[in-house]
């Protein structure tokens, strides 16, 4: 005689209810951090531009002065277009530049892909180098620090401080 554990028919039932509240719960915070960052400043400038909002004071409503302003004059009009203009030229010339380099850097196998690939992603580098040489500013023989020193007397100018720059810490 053999005991047969049986599943209960509502098993499956709760396991297919807590797969679709999984993506619900994590999504949540995700899109609340876009609604409150994000559509809620959006939704603030939308209502300036509509005048329901307005840093005058008196008696604010809706209205689509500013929006008719903006469509019918051609400062404005000639500005958006230039802007426009300009972001197809050089998105256009991103693409002709990108796709055969980019090419080259999928099927290639020679060293020169690296050095390469090193110059793409140089300029993400830029603000971590620039945070580099205003340590180099602060820290260095002539630097912020070793000045004060200096200027307080309590350094003399023949012997800096050079550990602060060049140590582990």
Known sequence: MSVVARASPAAP??????????????????????????????????????????????????????????????IY???????????????????????????????????RKYVLLLLLIAPFLTSYLLRVLAWKVILGNQGVINSFLVWTGLRSPDHPISQLLYSRF
Not at 44 to 51: G, H, T
Not at 86 to 94: C, E, F, N
């Open 13 to 74: 039932r709760r396991r297919r209810l807590r797969l679709a509240l999984t993506t619900p719960a994590l999504l949540g915070l995700p899109l609340a951090w876009l609604a409150v960052f994000f559509l809620v400043p959006i939704a603030i400038v939308a209502a300036y531009s509509f005048d329901v909002y307005s840093i005058d004071p008196g008696p604010h409503g809706f209205t689509l002065e500013a929006w008719r302003h903006f469509l019918h004059s051609s």
């Open 77 to 111: 009009l000639s500005l958006f277009w230039k802007s426009v203009k300009m972001s197809l030229i050089v998105s256009a010339i991103i693409v002709l530049l990108a796709y055969p380099l980019a090419y080259y850097l999928a099927l290639s196998g020679t060293k």
